[in-house]
């Protein structure tokens, strides 16, 4: 299969590709072109997949095709929606009493989504590319994802906490540092569950046989949204209430 020839070569660049058989007897050919238009091809339909756009749709797809290709997924993410949704709801007395912490729920879900956005992203490309074929790349990766978790959520913590601070000081909150540094701690958190779900979701999707870029926003999104909510006003209700 093409895509296979074009892992295989990712490294070696030549105009023109033999291809043999077992015995080594000459085939045919195939053109270095192609093997770029099917990189290309992979590569530029991975965003589309990643939110459930199915690769074989383009700007002029009816808009029949297109709703039969997008609206399921679009269902599923309601469904794991709910599941944050829930999250919120099980700390509803917390906001109840603490309204503040509302403002930076959408700043920890932004964060740490974006957070796990780059490590997917960075799994599908070596994914594409043939780089997850390597022993034990999967371990190395979680990790180095885990550490630049860690590192992030600290620096952008720090930045978010000092927002938190402000605004808690400006309203007279008396409880001002306490949630600043929640705002740290929760963000460091998330970011880390985040950069591991990037990696491990993908990977996941493709142990069990299914497409990992299919879809894949979708499952991290839940992971994410989840763990930033659930870090913050779990943090808050533990520490203040």
Request: aromatic letters at 6%.
């Amino acid at each position: 299969p093409l895509d296979d020839a074009m892992r295989a070569v990712v490294h070696k660049h030549f105009p023109v590709y033999p291809v043999v058989d077992d015995a080594g007897r000459l085939l045919g050919q195939v053109r270095g072109s192609a093997m770029f238009e099917e990189q290309a091809f992979e590569i530029s339909a991975q965003p589309g997949q990643m939110v459930g756009v199915n690769e074989e749709e383009r700007l002029l797809t009816p808009w029949p095709r297109g709703l039969k290709f997008r609206h399921p997924w679009l269902q599923l993410n309601l469904l794991t929606a709910f599941l944050a949704a829930g999250v919120v709801g099980f700390f509803q007395n917390t906001l109840d009493q603490m309204v503040i912490l509302a403002l930076f729920l959408p700043v920890l879900a932004g964060q740490s989504g974006n957070t796990g956005c780059q490590a997917l992203a960075v799994t599908l490309r070596g994914m594409t590319l043939g780089e997850m074929e390597e022993t034990g790349i999967g371990k190395r990766l979680v990790a180095k994802e885990a550490l630049l978790g860690v590192l992030n959520g600290f620096l952008v913590g720090l930045v978010a906490g000092a927002g938190m601070f402000v605004v808690a000081r400006s309203q007279g909150n008396p409880n001002a540092l306490p949630l600043a540094m929640i705002v740290v701690a929760a963000m460091m958190g998330s970011c880390v569950i985040s950069g591991i779900s990037g990696a491990l979701i993908p990977m996941t999707l493709k142990r069990v046989g299914a497409d990992p870029a299919t879809a894949s926003s979708i499952f991290l999104t839940t992971a994410t949204d989840v763990a930033s909510m659930g870090m913050l006003l779990g943090l808050a209700t533990l520490f203040l209430m």
